[in-house]
């Protein structure tokens, strides 16, 4: 009868494991762990099967390419003419030397033969730093060209345009290629637009923007909300349009004394580091249906980044090409 309450009385073994005090242990153990793999892993590639491993995304090698056809509401893949229509919009990688035959945009004009819309922006960015565009305008004037207001404009020929207050406050600053872009975009009828294809380069990520919102991820704030709101508009209004995103390339951080080191170890703005923008970008999209061509891993990498660069982000011409490379197999993928 004692033996028999002693053992009623005694705490199984994995109970004792589970006690309080021990799970505390193990896990002051694993937060110690997790710091000094993070320590000695800093400005590492992030393993992309430990990322994706909850999330049913499928990515090409080492990249997070993921290159889907546009479909029709039965699922059908709607097949792309030969010569498409297409519109781009981004900053500098579209937008350096516009008028240049070795412009990105020229470049893949050239190549396909196709109908090309070039609505780039020199110095915008996709996180909007006044949500209240039409109630501050001259606060931030370089609002006014941000992938959201822009995809408004596209979407809606009655919303309201005035670079007015812009050009007072920019001065000289302003872009020179602003109002022809505006009036661009008022002359193109998007029902014969084919494909958009989107691409900025690091310019949030060194401004410190804000990267990303996963309670809203349309956050138009963000980096890569403004962008998933911006898809979601043109999709809701122009469904038979093939969307194609493309990340920024590699760009290298400048440091506090001007030298150029890895953006996987420097942040700006209380942010994070570039991979994460491209990261959680690649997500965001990903949930809108869209392609993603990363540029960031497949194409001009820490690796290579000093063979395509100019400075520290912007392409030089052989940058440009490997871009337009890339651009084509993503936009071809389909064709056969």
Same mark, same amino acid.
Request: glycine share 6%.
């Given at each position: 009868m004692? %033996?028999e309450?002693?053992?009623?009385g005694? /705490? !199984?073994?994995?109970k /004792? @494991?589970?006690s309080?005090?021990?799970?505390?242990?193990? @896990?002051?153990?694993?937060?110690? @762990?997790?710091t000094?793999?993070?320590?000695?892993?800093?400005?590492?590639?992030?393993?992309?099967?430990?990322?994706?491993?909850? /999330?049913?995304?499928?990515?090409?090698?080492?990249?997070?390419d993921?290159?889907?056809?546009?479909?029709?509401?039965?699922?059908?893949?709607?097949?792309?003419?030969? %010569?498409?229509?297409?519109?781009?919009?981004?900053n500098?990688?579209?937008?350096?030397?516009r008028n #240049?035959?070795?412009?990105?945009?020229?470049? $893949?004009?050239?190549?396909?033969?196709s109908t090309v819309?070039?609505l *780039?922006?020199?110095? *915008?960015?996709?996180?909007?730093?006044?949500?209240?565009?039409?109630l501050r305008p001259?606060?931030? !004037?370089?609002?006014?060209? %941000?992938?959201?207001?822009?995809?408004?404009?596209i979407?809606?020929?009655e919303?309201?345009?005035?670079?007015?207050?812009?050009?007072?406050?920019?001065?000289?600053?302003?872009?020179?290629?602003?109002?022809?872009?505006?009036?661009?975009?008022? *002359?193109?009828?998007?029902?014969?637009?084919?494909?958009?294809?989107?691409?900025?380069?690091a310019?949030?990520?060194?401004?410190?923007?804000?990267?990303?919102?996963?309670?809203?991820?349309?956050?138009? +704030?963000?980096f890569?909300g403004?962008?998933?709101?911006? $898809?979601?508009?043109?999709?809701?209004?122009?469904?038979?349009? +093939?969307?194609?995103?493309?990340?920024?390339?590699?760009?290298?951080?400048? #440091?506090?004394?001007?030298?150029? $080191?890895?953006?996987?170890?420097?942040? =700006? &703005?209380?942010?994070?580091?570039?991979?994460?923008?491209?990261?959680?970008q690649?997500y965001?999209?990903?949930?809108? &249906?869209v392609?993603?061509? #990363?540029?960031?891993?497949?194409?001009?990498?820490?690796?290579?980044?000093k063979?395509?660069?100019?400075?520290? =982000?912007?392409?030089?011409?052989?940058?440009? /090409?490997?871009?337009?490379?890339?651009?084509?197999?993503?936009?071809?993928?389909?064709?056969?």
């Amino acid at each position: 009868m004692e %033996n028999e309450k002693n053992t009623q009385g005694r /705490k !199984p073994f994995y109970k /004792k @494991l589970l006690s309080p005090h021990l799970l505390l242990l193990l @896990l002051a153990i694993l937060i110690v @762990l997790f710091t000094l793999n993070r320590f000695n892993n800093w400005g590492i590639k992030i393993d992309l099967d430990e990322f994706f491993k909850d /999330k049913e995304i499928e990515y090409d090698d080492d990249t997070f390419d993921q290159i889907l056809p546009l479909t029709d509401k039965e699922g059908k893949i709607v097949k792309q003419p030969e %010569n498409p229509t297409i519109v781009f919009m981004g900053n500098s990688p579209f937008a350096d030397d516009r008028n #240049d035959p070795d412009n990105l945009v020229n470049m $893949i004009a050239k190549e396909t033969g196709s109908t090309v819309y070039n609505l *780039s922006v020199q110095g *915008s960015y996709l996180a909007v730093l006044n949500p209240g565009l039409l109630l501050r305008p001259a606060e931030y !004037p370089m609002d006014s060209f %941000n992938f959201y207001w822009m995809a408004q404009m596209i979407c809606d020929p009655e919303f309201p345009c005035d670079l007015t207050a812009a050009k007072e406050v920019m001065g000289d600053d302003f872009p020179e290629e602003g109002q022809e872009v505006y009036n661009l975009i008022k *002359s193109i009828d998007f029902n014969d637009v084919d494909v958009l294809t989107i691409m900025y380069d690091a310019g949030d990520y060194f401004a410190g923007h804000l990267m990303y919102n996963d309670e809203e991820i349309t956050d138009i +704030r963000t980096f890569s909300g403004n962008l998933t709101a911006g $898809i979601e508009l043109i999709q809701n209004v122009y469904p038979h349009i +093939r969307i194609i995103v493309m990340s920024p390339t590699y760009a290298y951080a400048i #440091d506090h004394d001007g030298n150029y $080191i890895s953006s996987d170890q420097f942040t =700006y &703005g209380g942010q994070d580091v570039l991979s994460t923008y491209v990261i959680k970008q690649c997500y965001y999209t990903l949930s809108k &249906g869209v392609t993603y061509v #990363d540029h960031l891993y497949g194409t001009i990498t820490e690796d290579n980044a000093k063979e395509y660069l100019i400075d520290n =982000y912007h392409l030089n011409l052989e940058g440009r /090409k490997k871009v337009a490379q890339r651009f084509l197999y993503a936009l071809n993928y389909f064709n056969d």
